[in-house]
């Protein structure tokens, strides 16, 4: 490898399906991969992973041939190849399921896993041996129930998922690269991914898997790689790794200094938010207290209504009972309208479809709630909004560029400066940190922090236990539409789950 940190990470007597040797790649004189090496290995899976704009987008696009290297070689099994076109990359049997769905929402399952390549008798194309033959395909991968003769505007983003997998495998691909499989995808969700992946492996497919998650990383690879600012950083066996010395190698830190300490001077002040006896037809019977300068986190397994609780609160699916109070007066918010004129600002858990519009500018967003809500006010929040964006470090080429071309993690940035330009007393966080590299994750926590130093309150709904934990001065723990408990700063992860599910702390630990 080109690191002196790499280590050999070959199978005994095994070869490379895929060799990459010194892959290189400039747009407009900048230098966005430099000499990078990589080998995959049939039936096994091989962990990409780094900060955004570490390369991992450039090298799949390279292995799925939609950029050509400057420099650089890439061997399947043995064999030289060049690709100038994604056709060619799949015709040598290199697939890769990217992030963003390549689907026609107005066709089929089977129309669009055979799209171009349509099984035909006679002239036309013949749809039943196509339905037959993307039944088999599917059950190869573990997948029932799922028809061939569904229209893909009607699946769920899983769904959707599996079909572009399908789609993958049904070109003989003996390379399948991912991209950020699981962002959008809820946690049952997630486990039939992994069967899917498992079953690949079986059949001797080689796996490039990218994702921010590092829980899945070690979950299902058996190899990892670093990328940081374009360059290879290490190749490790996954077994030699933990969190803390991947996330080292990533950004440079050790996991211990991750979750930043309360700014001094940080004071809880009086209570700003209070609900008592709170429902609606998701959640039922809530109390809780928010004050002042306070990080609280929302804790639960999916589908124990923590996503319901924000909106509640936030008007989108307003209280039918109960009390909602601010700084201690009685009132009711039957609109997220409403929420913002009260002070409230929330950061939805879908940045893409819920919080920006992705063909405007970053300048654009960032004035979105101000100009919706207090137009009196568009002036001034144009005039402060340079500083604004100046400080949560959004990294864009201008004001003028538009969000869609921003990384994930420099959108998070901005749906943020979309809601402080309000100028919040509270600020709700649905999945605040979803889908962005840990660096960014910094950012973000080092944000929050600073809001809380401010006297804002921040109530925050999170699926990561570790992020729960490491910024939380009280947790809360919801279970079927209730809370089912409070926790101190401080607690384990063993006692979020016992009150998460309802088991004996003896079955967690």
Known sequence: MSSDTAVDTAPAGGEPLLRARGLTKSFLGNTVLADVDLDLYPG????????????????????????????????????????????????????????EFNLLPDRTVAENIYLGREPRRRGLVDTR?????????????GVTGLRPSRVVRSLS?????????????????????????????????????????????ERDVAILYVSHRLKEVFD????????????????????????????????????????PDPEPGTEVGPEVLRLEGAGNAHVDGIDLSL????????AGLQGSGRTELLEGIFGVQPFTRGRLLLEGTP????????????GLAMVTEDRKAKGLTLNQSILDNALGAVRAVFPSRTAAARREAPDLLASLAVAGRSLDQEVQFLSGGNQQKVVLARWLSTRPRVVLMDEPTRGIDVGAKHAIYELMRRLAAQGVAILMVSSELPEVLGMSDRILVMRDGRLAGELPAGATEEQVVHLATGADLEETA
């Open 44 to 99: 096994r899976v091989h962990g990409l992973v780094g900060e955004n704009g570490a390369g991992k987008s450039t090298l799949m696009k390279i292995l799925a041939g939609v950029y050509p290297p400057d420099r650089g070689t890439i061997e399947i099994a043995g064999r030289q190849v060049s690709f100038s076109h994604p056709v060619q990359a799949q015709q040598a049997g290199v697939s890769t399921v990217f992030q």
């Open 157 to 201: 983003v899983a769904e959707q998922q599996i079909v572009e997998i399908a789609k993958a495998v049904s070109y003989e691909a003996r390379v399948i690269s991912m991209d950020e499989p699981t962002a959008a995808l809820a946690d049952h969700e997630v486990e039939l991914l992994y069967r899917i992946i498992r079953r690949l492996v």
């Open 291 to 298: 004050r002042a300068g306070e990080i609280v986190g929302i």
């Open 129 to 141: 041996r196509m339905q037959r033959e993307t039944t088999e395909l599917l059950e190869s991968l």
């Open 220 to 259: 299902l690879c058996d190899t990892i790689t670093v990328l940081k600012d374009g360059r290879h950083v290490a190749t490790r066996p996954a077994a030699e790794l933990d969190d803390s010395s991947l996330v080292r190698l990533m950004v440079g830190r050790p996991m211990s200094a991750f979750f």
């Open 331 to 342: 009132v009711r918010v039957t609109s997220p309208r409403a929420a913002v004129r009260r």
